[in-house]
């Protein structure tokens, strides 16, 4: 299935709600330190805490160690590299516009922020993909977002693992 990375998340129910998401897609979820908040903070179990059980949520201490930790898990799985994919805004191709394979990676920054320009240039031009939106608006939820790729990710691979 697909990884979904939240790079540095900052506000606590966004990232409960993508744990709520990655449990019903069979996404896994990873997390880059630093995060914005604690994980047993209560707002965080209302959003989504209760269904972390059923998710795959992994913290990384950093970028770099995320990356690491990809690569040699399908190097152990006898699977090529992961293919990353930035959603950021001014992206150079919609994410509907992306051929998406299970193992792709979604990469998504923190909401206040976005994506480090080092992050950027390390995954280079093709990687970086958009979510369509009104001229002059600056950005949707994070969660949401999450919601908008993994789901548009899935349709395209018939929503493999879903119950009927």
């Not at 069979?26 to 209760?50: I, T, Y």
């Not at 998710?55 to 690491?68: L, S, T, W």
């Not at 930035?86 to 299970?102: C, F, K, M, S, V």
């Not at 080092?118 to 608006?137: C, F, K, T, W, Y």
Request: hydrophobic share 45%; glycine share 8%; net charge negative.
């Amino acid at each position: 299935m697909f990884r979904v990375v939240l790079f540095e998340p900052e506000i606590p129910p966004n990232t409960g709600n993508v744990i709520r998401l990655c449990a019903n897609t069979g996404a896994e979820l990873h997390l880059v330190k630093p995060l914005g908040f604690d994980l047993e903070r209560p707002s965080l179990r209302r959003a989504g805490l209760d269904y972390r059980w059923m998710a795959q949520v992994h913290v990384h201490e950093g970028f770099a160690a995320c990356r690491a930790a990809l690569a040699v898990r399908a190097a152990e799985a006898g699977e090529p590299e992961p293919r990353w994919f930035a959603l950021e805004t001014g992206g150079t191709r919609r994410h509907d516009q992306i051929d998406y394979r299970p193992g792709d990676v979604l990469l998504f920054g923190p909401e206040t922020r976005g994506l480090p320009p080092a992050i950027l240039a390390e995954l280079g031009p093709d990687a970086l993909a958009s979510i369509p939106m009104r001229e002059g608006n600056r950005s949707l939820n994070l969660a949401n977002s999450v919601a908008l790729v993994v789901y548009e990710a899935w349709r395209q691979n018939d929503f493999r693992s879903a119950a009927p």
